[in-house]
């Protein structure tokens, strides 16, 4: 189903909320979408990475130094609390070419009544309404409501300021954030001769702020969880990592070859939490699928007609017996040696698979390296569940909700210098 793209495409009518803000790669098929992957993929290059990898060390520093400071002890009341904005500002900068620190303005700049920040962050968190409701009625709606609406329009305004200071600019800054480059793509006629049309220009740099930040934001959250779960793994991620990088030297894009333990952290965090957790096919034609019964090994073909929808179920996927040793154990390790590719799908895979698959796995190792060799990850101890099993903490921990995709619903955490 994954690699057949011809027989197996995508239903375009399960995307259309991601469609709110103009058409993009995730929402299209067939030549619309070719055209649109073509223009888009060069956006995330080499030096993208290089440049996730740069900020994303950055906005740690300032983290350490201006937020938690010299303190011993780090009380984060919610994980997402630190998971969530540092992959805005990620995003803020790598994607949309805007750096903005941890406690920057608080005031909005002349002409808006709101920051790039907080725009950022409210239309991210409540897409839903653009889909749910029209404009007019967002205006008459809650405050809720209405502070969305402004969000749209501050960001909209936000990006036609940067779109204008770009095509302006007498010398063009060599930039590699993904807006900047698609926008280097827009103005340039490529070999092509292929164009994005400004919907599809805005429709896709929206799209990077859906698809890239909050999938990210929550295999974080995930991954800390099961660290401060796992003392034990835990232990080795540190041991891997003071072993890979010379004492008191941060972490540099070159490390990232050798920081393999913190990728199979974020895999082994990803098999069990996969932010997407149906990636929906259709089917062009009848076919027949083969199954084989789990208990008796006997197999047994179902036909399915034309115009089926085929999720592919990834949780199940990641922790079916028959390609996974031990699925309910968190080893990080299973990913340091070969393990079942076609059985790993976060990504999803081939043709359609996630174009920001590297950009998220800089992100992932960089965060993870630079808090794991500073702190040791702890479950916060709270008096109301003293006493309790390690079962209980766990479910208690993991326990999660649904947006657009997966998060943890509560999750007090404790950093601990090391
Ligand atoms: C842990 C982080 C991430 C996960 C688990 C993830 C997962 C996925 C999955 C499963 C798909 C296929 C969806 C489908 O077929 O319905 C996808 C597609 C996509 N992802 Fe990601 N993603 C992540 C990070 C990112 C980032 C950081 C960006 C951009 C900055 C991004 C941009 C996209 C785009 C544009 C597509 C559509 C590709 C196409 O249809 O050709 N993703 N992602």
Redesign the pocket.
């Known amino acids: 189903m994954i690699g057949s793209r011809a027989r197996f495409p995508?239903p375009t009518e399960?995307?259309e909320l991601l469609k709110a803000f103009g058409t993009?790669?995730?929402a299209t098929e067939g030549d619309e979408?070719k055209h649109q992957?073509k223009i888009?993929a060069p956006a995330?290059s080499e030096r993208n990475n290089r440049l996730v990898w740069d900020e994303t060390v950055h906005i740690l520093e300032d983290v350490f130094q201006n937020e938690w400071g010299d303190k011993e002890v780090v009380d984060v009341k919610h994980i997402m609390d630190l998971t969530v904005p540092i992959t805005l500002l990620v995003?803020g900068v790598a994607?949309f070419g805007r750096r903005i620190s941890w406690n920057e303005d608080k005031i909005a700049p002349p002409g808006h009544s709101m920051t790039f920040k907080d725009a950022l962050y409210e239309v991210s968190h409540r897409l839903w309404m653009k889909v749910v409701f029209p404009d007019w009625m967002l205006g008459l709606g809650t405050p809720t409501m209405r502070k969305f609406l402004r969000a749209n329009r501050e960001l909209e305004r936000y990006l036609a300021e940067m779109v204008e200071a770009r095509r302006s600019a007498e010398v063009k800054e060599e930039r590699y954030d993904?807006f900047s480059s698609l926008l280097d793509a827009n103005e340039e006629e490529l070999d092509s001769g292929a164009k994005l049309s400004n919907s599809a220009l805005i429709g896709?740099v929206f799209?990077?702020l859906v698809?890239?930040?909050e999938?990210?934001a929550h295999?974080l959250a995930y991954a800390f969880i099961l660290l401060a779960l796992h003392q034990e793994e835990q232990e080795a991620f540190y041991q891997n990592i003071k072993s890979v990088l010379p004492a008191d030297r941060k972490p540099t894009y070159e490390d990232f070859n050798s920081l393999s333990y913190s990728l199979a952290v974020m895999n082994e965090t990803?098999r069990w939490f996969?932010?997407?957790v149906f990636?929906?096919k259709v089917n062009v034609e009848d076919t027949t699928f083969t199954l084989t019964s789990p208990t008796t090994g006997e197999k047994r073909t179902v036909p399915v007609p034309a115009g089926t929808y085929c999720s592919i179920c990834?949780p199940a996927l990641h922790h079916n017996p028959r390609y996974w040793d031990a699925p309910e154990a968190f080893r990080p390790a299973r990913f340091l040696g070969s393990y079942n590719r076609d059985a790993f799908?976060?990504?999803?895979a081939g043709?359609?698979?996630?174009?920001?698959?590297g950009?998220?796995e800089t992100?992932?190792v960089a965060v993870l390296t630079m808090i794991v060799v500073r702190y040791r990850v702890e479950v916060k101890e709270e008096a109301r569940f003293a006493g309790e099993t390690f079962e209980q903490r766990r479910a208690r921990l993991l326990k999660s909700q649904h947006s657009l995709?997966v998060y943890p619903e509560r999750a007090p955490l404790v950093f601990k210098r090391r």
């Open positions: 995508k399960a995307y993009n790669i995730i979408w992957r888009v995330f995003i994607g993904l896709n799209l990077f698809a890239g930040y999938t990210t295999t990803l996969p932010p997407v990636i929906p990834t799908l976060p990504f999803s043709a359609r698979g996630c174009i920001g698959r950009f998220a992100e992932g995709t």
